[in-house]
């Protein structure tokens, strides 16, 4: 969570291609309009910079731009920071503290992942965009409070509703307009223009003289690449290259898109005595593709041994992905992504 102020910017928006000039056209056509706004999109697909947007081309460009993840904090919590609470309304809360609506007075409120807002949350939440009002925890009187709603979620709004896991009436309210940004690999003439604009950034800040490009052979890597994690994931693989460079007076001719990729990966470790045993990892069978007497392809080996071990793991724990990652001892994010590099279909 944080505040914004009226004439601060994180980054620009930066591409060419329709589908993203027509997202952008239409918040900035919603923006002057003191309505609220959805935006919708993958992970790293910019929806706070279309947030930003929305705040700094209306008439509330001067007030307070409050950002609030709504994932970041426990259910418990989400109420209290939200709407604010009075002094002994719960254990913890020694004194009164305002809420990001009251903070946001005059200005406008980005509330991220709103799919993840409890039934009472949204229960609130609904009455304060209705009527303009929040009551503060253990408060009997609501605060008038003037603010501009702009919610963002990753998730399919509509399906959620029919399945009764968000409010029908409160996405009523808050679909005014609707802001779907397309994901990186349907921009695919942006992505050489996006690494341009990161690289000369990171560029500058190394203090290189000037900035030599890419090869055409990364140049191709990066135009074939799938990048799920979007815009965020490419700013992390062109910055790294650009740093990982020794050569600046040479175009850069090495690119790795996942930094945890290596021959030295650490196995997973044994579980204790009390614990359910893991899953253990694959006894790869050595075929001539990666026999070490034969083969002369280094990462063709390594490929070949990490997606058998990917593919046992999962076996074992009968396809449950949740379950592979701990034996793993990955994060869920990292065997998807190993998974989808290997061409592993989920059962």
Known sequence: MHQISGMERTTHLVGQSSSFLDAVERASRAAPLDRPVLVIGERGTGKELIAERLHHLSSRWDGPLVVM????????????????????????????????????????????????????????????????????????????????????????????????RFRSDLLDRLSFEVVTLPPLRHRESDIPILADHFARRMAMELEWPRWPGFSEEVEAKMATYRWPGNVRELRNVIERAVYRWDDPERAIDSIQFDPFESPWVPLPLAKTAEASPAPQPAQAVMTAAHNPAECADFRLAVAEYEKAILAEALERCRWNQRAAATALQLSYDQLRHAMKRHQILSQ
């Open 69 to 164: 993840n709504c994932a970041a904090l426990p259910e418990s919590l989400i109420e209290a920071e939200l709407f604010g609470h009075e002094a002994g309304s719960f254990t913890g809360a020694q004194r009164a503290r305002a809420g990001r609506f009251e903070e946001a007075d005059g200005g406008t409120l980005f509330l991220d992942e709103l799919a993840t807002l409890s039934a009472a949350a949204q229960d609130r939440l609904l009455r304060a965009v209705e009527y303009g009002e929040v009551t503060r925890i253990g408060a009997s009187k609501p605060i008038t409070v003037d603010v501009r709603i702009v919610a963002a979620t990753n998730e399919h709004l509509p399906r959620l509703a029919e399945e009764g």
